[in-house]
């Protein structure tokens, strides 16, 4: 059973950063690729950014130039670096992992970002 735990989630000012970690406990290249996802309150869960197990990157609109994925392997652990934080990036974010048509999720770190 795959496992996975987020962290690094909490309250920050807007223009502010938060560092978003995925600990997998396996090896991330057993994936086919990952992502992190967030739900706002009222609205539906929406991909902020995936990196495949080649290493493309792809990222929402709303987040490119602000967010960056990345990983190490040799610690197990997916990233998400937010950067200008705004309000509106308030949401539970959560880590998924794929492969062959399978998906596994974490269950979500809280991220509020004040005005």
């Known amino acids: 059973q795959v496992q996975l735990v987020e962290s690094g989630g909490g309250l920050v000012q807007a223009g502010g950063s938060l560092r978003l970690s995925c600990a997998t406990f396996v090896s991330i290249f057993s994936f086919n690729g990952m992502a992190w996802y967030r739900q706002a309150p009222g609205k539906q869960r929406e991909l902020v950014a995936v990196?495949?197990?080649?290493?493309?990157?792809n990222y929402a609109g709303s987040v490119k130039g602000r967010f960056t994925i990345s990983r190490d392997n040799a610690n197990y652990t997916m990233y998400l670096q937010m950067n200008s934080l705004q309000p509106e990036d308030t949401a539970v974010y959560y880590c998924?992992?794929?492969?062959?048509?399978?998906?596994?999720w974490g269950k979500g770190t809280l991220v509020t970002v004040s005005s």
């Open positions: 998924n992992a794929f492969r062959f048509g399978m998906n596994f």
């Open positions: 990196i495949t197990s080649g290493g493309s990157t």
